[in-house]
């Protein structure tokens, strides 16, 4: 492991003043990710800059009924108010990781944590992702884990969050800051797709500092669900997963958000399954129409082919639960 | 052998992501792992460690593990995979349970840490620890410590615990031997449940 600098601000101001100062700053908050990228040597930051100390810990609602979740604010997070308005949002999260990892992971890191592509954390492999225009070692190797939905030539991992994938279900927004100000950017554009650059994973600038994450206020996210399938029943990464809100009126859906977890580079959002749902009532059928489109354009590799049962059996799940419960 | 050659023998075995990654990969990181502190980087940390202020000099590449292990001497945290998949490690910080190997020392100044070595009252053991000797918690004895302070964490973070839902909220440790049945009554008796509790 390269030896790094370790700063710990006490403000906001003062992180992102180091960000700017520092090309070679790397952002630590619960470390869960990052301390294993030093140690195998994936990442290697001239400095650290601890934001534990910031204060960005707070869940805090809006006037209007939005939320700000701090980016700080742990994935153990516990607070039955959110649970009431945004259920997919606590189950993808309890889903995630362990117990002690939860107690720890925050809210940012989740959003940015790396590709779990094993090729891209062993550096001895090639990995475009890591060195551009290194090669794709997953593209010869075992794919088995990898994405059925927006891979490129280039680069064919997923996203390993749970959480993300909730975040896009829900229309939610990261709010950012550097020494420029402040920006918003939906958690829908926050990912990129690999395309020819997989090295540019997200839509952060590198001196940019995630503060909060906004939740748009109800009632839309209070009719929800996450659905993870993974290798064993918990402490495992998705191998697909879904995210679903929906909102029945008058019999039919009028609105919903069908999001996958698991098998893209970014939570991928699927159109097809909500048009489907669009305007029809939500029951076997139309239920089994919206898991059949969800499905709809995957391209699968031997290895991973499974993963088209396996979105049809989560989007099917969430859905049915969802029914169940209006 | 060297890290790579010992890794790439693991990944012709079947790839896993993550959580999985562990079990055979560890054995060559702890082998090579450890860190060569530079001489002039060392920053100095205060932990309460078991009750007892320390103060130590710490590289800031130090896990909180291995400050545990090799600077405060207290070895009841194992390094099981030394990348967050199998809960040996496992620590209190400031009362919630955590993982030692994913965190660094420099980064808890003036954080109060607990390990399985502080659980016990003299020579009087924490009611969790008795739990796992009564009903045999374990067998090689790996995994335990780790065990053993979740549990307590556990406890402190849901007091309404119910038995069914401990392999669940137990499921950030490990046990190789498979202990679990076992573990989990132990905990549910140190948690006072009986068998539909
Ligand atoms: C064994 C294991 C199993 C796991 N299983 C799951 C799972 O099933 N589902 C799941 O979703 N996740 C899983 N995870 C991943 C875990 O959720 C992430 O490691 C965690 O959320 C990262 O958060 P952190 O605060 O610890 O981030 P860190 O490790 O501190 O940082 C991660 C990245 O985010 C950047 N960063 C962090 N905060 C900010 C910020 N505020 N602004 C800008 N940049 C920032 C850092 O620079 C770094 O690049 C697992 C992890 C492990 C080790
Ligand atoms: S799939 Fe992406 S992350 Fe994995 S080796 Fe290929 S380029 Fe790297
Ligand atoms: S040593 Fe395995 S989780 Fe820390
Ligand atoms: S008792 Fe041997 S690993 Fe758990």
Not at chain 2, 33 to 62: F, I
């Amino acid at each position: 492991m390269r030896t790094f600098d370790y700063t710990s601000p006490r403000t906001v101001d003062e992180a992102v003043r180091l960000l700017a100062d520092h090309p070679g700053a790397d952002v630590i908050a619960g470390g869960t990710d990052l301390v294993t990228l030093l140690r195998d040597g994936i990442r290697t930051p001239t400095h650290l800059v601890d934001v534990n100390g910031l204060g960005l810990d707070e869940v805090s609602w809006q006037p209007g009924g939005a939320v700000r979740i701090g980016a700080l604010c742990r994935n153990a997070i516990d607070d039955p108010a959110l649970g009431r308005a945004y259920p997919v949002l606590v189950k993808a999260l309890r889903a995630g990781a362990s117990p002690q990892i939860r107690n720890r992971a925050t809210f940012g890191g989740n959003l940015l944590q790396s590709v779990r592509c094993p090729y891209f954390r062993l550096p001895e492999f090639a990995c475009n992702r890591r060195t551009p225009g290194a090669g794709c070692a997953a593209l010869h190797g075992d794919s088995r884990h990898h994405a059925i939905f927006g891979t490129s030539e280039n680069c064919i991992a997923v996203h390993p969050s749970d959480c993300a994938v909730a975040l896009l279900a829900l229309d939610a927004h990261v709010l950012v800051q550097s020494t420029r100000g402040t920006r918003r950017i939906p958690v829908a554009e926050l990912h990129r797709l690999p395309g020819r650059t997989p090295h540019e994973e997200h839509a952060l600038r590198r001196d940019e500092l995630i503060t909060a994450v906004e939740l748009p206020a109800g009632p839309f996210g209070a009719h929800s669900t996450y659905v993870k399938a993974r290798d064993r029943a918990s402490f495992a990464f998705a191998l697909a997963s879904a995210a679903a809100v929906v909102a029945v009126r008058g019999g039919v859906v009028r609105r919903s958000r069908i999001c996958l977890g698991g098998v893209a580079p970014k939570p991928w959002r699927s159109t097809a399954a909500e048009e489907a749902l669009r305007g029809r009532p939500l029951d076997d059928a139309v239920i089994e129409a919206a898991a059949d489109a969800a499905t709809r354009d995957a391209q699968t590799r031997p290895d991973n082919a499974y993963k088209v049962d396996l979105v049809h059996g989560v989007v099917r799940q969430a859905l049915t639960e969802l029914r169940e419960q209006s | 052998m060297s890290e790579g050659t010992n890794r790439r023998t693991v990944l012709a075995g079947g790839l896993t992501v993550g959580a999985g990654l562990a079990v055979g990969s560890t054995l060559a990181r702890t082998a090579t792992a450890g860190t060569t502190p530079a001489p002039n980087t060392r920053r100095s940390v205060s932990l309460v460690v078991n009750g007892t202020r320390r103060r130590l000099e710490v590289d800031p590449r130090t896990s909180l593990l291995d400050a545990l292990r090799d600077q405060v001497g207290l070895t009841g945290a194992k390094k099981g995979c030394d990348q967050g998949a199998c809960g040996a490690c496992t620590v209190l910080l400031n009362g919630r349970r955590v993982l030692s190997c994913l965190t660094l020392a420099v980064m808890h100044d003036g954080d109060e840490v607990t390990t399985v070595e502080g659980l016990a009252s003299g020579d009087r053991r924490h009611p969790m620890q008795q739990a796992f000797m009564d009903l045999d918690g374990f067998q090689c004895g790996f995994c335990t410590s780790g065990q053993i302070v979740s549990a307590v964490g556990l406890l402190a973070e849901k007091p309404d615990l119910r038995r069914a839902e401990i392999p669940e909220l137990m499921s950030g440790n490990l046990c190789r031997c498979a202990a679990y049945c076992n573990i989990r009554d132990a905990i549910a008796t140190a948690a006072g449940l009986g068998e539909d509790g």
